[in-house]
């Protein structure tokens, strides 16, 4: 089962501490948080977090988290935890606990466990507080055991392999569906769109993942330029936009297509060391026959000082990369 929307929060709260051992619970759940929050929104995911700052005692910070999750519009909830035992140097493992989702926990265990960690499977209970007063279904991760070593270590080593692991499955398909973390095109660069472009794209042409006017306001002109019907000939020059071969299929461009709606590209110009972020507009250009990488507006060229045929490095989503 794939999800819209989730919820996730960090088990207890900022004074109301959790296990602390080689690691501290409470940052490590606001770190797995966090960073799992962002890897399902890279898959079209929407997410809300949570993290109690506030209550003074357990009780106000169990009620604090569960009312915060029945007060949103969402179809699953989870809780970050870390388990705690005694010290140790061996590895204990990895378990996840529900009420009603069995099958969710068992996969969801199975994930973080990948990364090399004792699977310990979906573990069944009626007495956690947060799986009994959330109303939509739910469940509670234990990544690992504070106090073993080895936990940790694995843990260390493998953060952002969890946070991937667990997306992976909470976003559905696996990982040969999901747009990949980053992608990244190196080459030869052009112009495109706008009313000018009568030789790139004809005065029908549309554009590979933007459908109206409306899914990116900020790109076009106010009107139709005159003997044209398509978006790509209403783009406005003025607007960095960049086009790329995104590396999508029939089968995930629905979910690349919400990414590449709400994240920006950055296109850096060796040649003169400038960058500059752009709105990801439309698939292509056909390196194999053009030769190039990208296009991007001709106000994009302008700002980068390049020209036709200078090279860019495209990455996306955008990072402070250059």
Excluded at 105 to 125: C, Q
Excluded at 170 to 198: C, H, N, T
Aim: with cysteine; proline share 5%; aromatic share 10%.
């Amino acid at each position: 089962m794939t999800y819209s929307t989730i919820v996730i929060s960090s088990g207890h709260g900022l004074k109301v501490r959790g296990a602390s051992g080689i690691i501290d619970e409470v940052e490590e759940a606001r770190r797995v948080t966090e960073t799992l929050a962002d890897a399902l929104r890279f898959r079209g995911v929407d997410v809300i977090t949570f993290h109690d700052d506030k209550s003074t005692s357990q009780s106000q910070n169990l009620w604090t988290i569960t009312d915060f999750h029945n007060a949103q519009d969402r179809d699953l909830d989870i809780s970050v935890h870390f388990n705690a035992f005694e010290q140790r140097s061996q590895p204990v493992g990895t378990e996840v606990w529900y009420v009603t989702q069995a099958d969710l926990a068992k996969h969801l265990s199975a994930a973080m466990a990948s990364v090399g960690f004792i699977d310990r499977g979906a573990k069944y209970s009626n007495g956690l507080h947060f799986l009994n007063q959330t109303v939509m279904p739910s469940v509670l991760l234990e990544v690992c055991f504070v106090d073993s070593q080895a936990d940790c270590d694995i843990y260390i080593d493998n953060f952002e392999a969890i946070c991937e692991a667990l997306a992976d499955e909470l976003a559905g398909g696996g990982a040969e569906q999901r747009a990949p973390k980053q992608f990244i095109a190196e080459g030869m660069v052009s112009w495109f769109g706008g009313p000018d472009d009568k030789t790139g794209v004809s005065p029908s042409e549309g554009l590979a993942f933007i459908y109206t006017t409306e899914d990116q306001p900020t790109l076009f002109l106010s009107y139709q330029p005159e003997g044209t019907t398509g978006l790509a000939r209403r783009l406005n020059p003025e607007q960095p936009y960049v086009a790329c071969r995104w590396p999508y299929t029939s089968e995930t461009k629905a979910q690349w297509r919400e990414v590449l709606l709400h994240e920006m590209a950055l296109v850096y110009a060796p040649k003169t060391g400038k960058s500059i972020k752009c709105f990801p507009a439309d698939w292509g250009p056909h390196e194999e026959k053009t030769g190039r990488a990208a296009d991007i507006s001709p106000s994009a060229m302008e700002y980068l000082e390049i020209s036709t045929d200078d090279d860019v490095i495209v990455t996306f989503p955008c990072t402070n990369r250059y």
